[in-house]
């Protein structure tokens, strides 16, 4: 059987950069292949839809894009420049921001952080969002200067069957709160945050129904929270055809089955769990079927009533208390504002007749080792010849030396059989794809990275190292 096609979305800036071969051919004469392109004016463009959806609501806002979603400057100069919020959570991600120009007033610190952090944090004035009973602790003895350290709590455990690695446990947010009520002359506390890392709004609405009770009790203990952090994890869309999804997914589980030829490399399942002719649990993937959009889903939640609460709207019960909501989206922001451009090195048949598409790209440089990017990848012709060979079922396959260096574990099906020299384009990898766990591994360098501005006279590319120098200079500096 042939395994259908899983075509991706693609942005139309980014559609109308591919179209304009000259603009792509001068990147990779430039940088080189592999590359990892960036699009800030994709990034922006995401922005502005999730800016209008919550300036159309009652309660006031904060974005804060979370920055371990991409390494890019130009992505963090971009939200920099758009006067939002940042997330860091790493001392690296924290000297990225203060160089992109945000002042210490638009940061926030998240995740788990050790004293040095910590120490650093509370010297620039940085919003912690605290992770654990010990970073509050320790805040309260580190906290000596003229300045409260402003803190919001994180905290998790909304469904008891579900236990996370962050957050404080609800059963013990009463013992944060007593440190808090302590310490108030040196800690300032802002609010309550959570993330949650389903895409789930329901979920969502039940989590900040909780954190509402819980600002209630902080009144009661004397504080005074204004925020309310929802965290990320708002969606993106990666597919062109949803019902095409579906139907690969029926196919793959089929031949996990033992239906039809194989679609999958080895003994990969993906996290099915394959007995006999039965296929049982969730895949590993993406919810790659997914048609809502971010501002959607973001929609979705600032509008849903809540019971407590008369059936007044999350949007409208923050405003009613005057909490500030904050946001973290990370792939949302840069959702198709990247792609990744690899090289056919060689095509050859495996003994079993399967054809497998070396690349000059490893598995980690597109997606971490337990995903599977289940859209397929653009193939253009490197030597810009008319292509007209038949359709082809193939495995892509990464230049290490290991078994496992499979880009894909499922078949792909592609409208011809690429030769050495063309280019595969892995669509929409700016997402905790390409930096993610990318190594360099044989003492091959990691992909550029290179970020595509557009202007009057079409597409420039600019070194994504170099892209705060070039625009603070005007882009004088971009080619
Ligand atoms: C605390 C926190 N906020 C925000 C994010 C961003 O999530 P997303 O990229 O799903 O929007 C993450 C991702 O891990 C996170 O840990």
């Known amino acids: 059987m042939t395994a259908p096609a899983l075509p991706a979305l693609i942005d139309p800036m980014v559609r109308a950069f591919l179209d304009d071969r000259r603009a792509l051919d001068t990147a990779l004469d430039v ?21 209008a959806e919550l300036s159309r609501r009652p309660a006031r806002y904060r974005i804060c894009y979370a920055h371990k ?7 963090v100069r971009a939200a920099a420049s758009a006067g939002i919020g940042i997330d860091v ?14 002042a210490p007033g638009r940061i926030e610190a998240t995740g788990p952080k050790g004293t040095a952090f910590l120490r650093r944090l509370i010297d620039d004035g940085v919003v912690v969002n605290v992770d654990n009973q010990w970073e509050l602790d320790t805040i309260a003895e580190l906290a000596t200067g003229s300045a409260p350290v402003r803190v919001l709590l994180r905290v998790s455990g909304f469904d008891p069957g579900r236990v996370s690695r962050f957050g404080i446990p609800l059963g013990r947010v ?27 709004v329901g979920e969502r609405v039940r989590a900040v129904d909780r954190c509402l009770t819980l600002t209630e009790s902080a009144y009661e203990h004397g504080l005074a929270p204004s925020v309310l952090n929802i965290g990320g994890g708002l969606r993106q869309v990666f597919t062109a055809d949803a019902a095409g999804f579906e139907r690969y997914m029926l196919a793959l589980r089929a031949s996990l089955a033992g239906g039809g ?21 969730v895949p590993v993937f993406h919810k790659y079927g997914n048609t809502v959009a971010a501002e959607r889903m973001l929609a979705e939640l600032l509008d849903a009533p809540l019971e407590r609460h008369g059936g007044r709207t999350v949007a409208q019960v923050a405003a009613d208390n005057l909490l500030e909501l904050w946001l973290e989206p990370g792939k949302a922001l840069v959702d198709h504002a990247g792609l990744t451009v690899a090289t056919v ?5 495996a003994s079993d007749g399967t054809i497998l598409v070396d690349l000059d790209i490893s598995r980690d440089a597109v997606t971490p080792a337990d995903q599977e990017v289940m859209v397929d990848p653009l193939v253009l012709p490197g030597d810009g010849r008319v292509v007209d060979d038949a359709p082809a079922q193939v495995y892509f396959a990464g230049r290490l030396c290991l078994e496992r260096d499979l880009i894909t574990n499922h078949v792909v099906s592609l409208p011809w059989v690429p030769r050495p020299g063309d280019l595969v384009i892995f669509p929409n990898t700016a997402a905790y794809h390409m930096d993610l766990s990318a190594a360099s591994a044989s003492m091959r360098p990691p992909a550029a990275k290179v970020a595509i501005l557009r202007d009057a006279d079409g597409f420039r590319t600019c070194a994504d190292a170099e892209f705060l120098a070039a625009t603070a200079a005007g882009l004088s500096e971009a080619r």
């Open 31 to 51: 940088y080189g292949s592999p590359l990892n392109l960036v699009f800030p004016e994709v990034f922006t463009q995401k922005l502005t839809r999730l800016v």
């Open 345 to 349: 090195e060689v095509v050859k048949e």
């Open 69 to 75: 979603v991409n390494q890019a400057s130009s992505f």
């Open 89 to 102: 959570a790493s001392v690296g991600e924290l000297d990225s921001a203060q160089g992109a120009g945000f």
């Open 261 to 281: 030829a194989p679609m999958s490399w080895g003994s990969t399942t993906f996290g099915y769990q394959v007995d006999g002719g039965s296929v049982r649990g």
């Open 174 to 200: 009463e013992r944060a709160m007593a440190t808090l009520t302590a310490h108030r002359d040196r800690i300032e506390f802002l609010g309550f945050a959570f993330h949650l890392d389903s895409g789930d």
